[in-house]
């Protein structure tokens, strides 16, 4: 299930499929599909991950209320 764009030509989504990998968000690519390793457990370790990061200005917010970081 798509969750947020990375306006890079790409989304963000939760594998909703059933086994191991349930409920992880991961980067996929319509040219490329899938990054092989999901960078975040679940919702809420991506959503702690983006508070850090804003909170050690390893990230901002633009005016339009996109996130940006390296």
Same mark, same amino acid.
């Given at each position: 299930?798509?969750?947020?764009?990375?306006?890079?030509? /790409?989304?963000? #989504?939760?594998?909703?499929?059933? /086994?191991?990998?349930? /409920?992880?968000?991961?980067?996929?690519?319509?040219?490329? /599909?899938? #990054?092989?390793?999901?960078?975040?457990?679940?919702?809420?370790?991506?959503?702690?991950?983006?508070?850090?990061?804003?909170?050690?200005?390893?990230?901002?917010?633009?005016?339009?209320?996109?996130?940006?970081?390296?």
């Amino acid at each position: 299930m798509p969750v947020a764009t990375n306006h890079g030509g /790409g989304n963000l #989504l939760v594998d909703l499929r059933g /086994g191991p990998r349930n /409920g992880c968000v991961m980067e996929f690519y319509r040219d490329t /599909g899938a #990054l092989a390793q999901p960078p975040w457990a679940d919702v809420a370790d991506m959503l702690d991950d983006i508070a850090e990061r804003l909170e050690e200005d390893e990230a901002e917010l633009d005016d339009s209320g996109r996130i940006d970081w390296p």
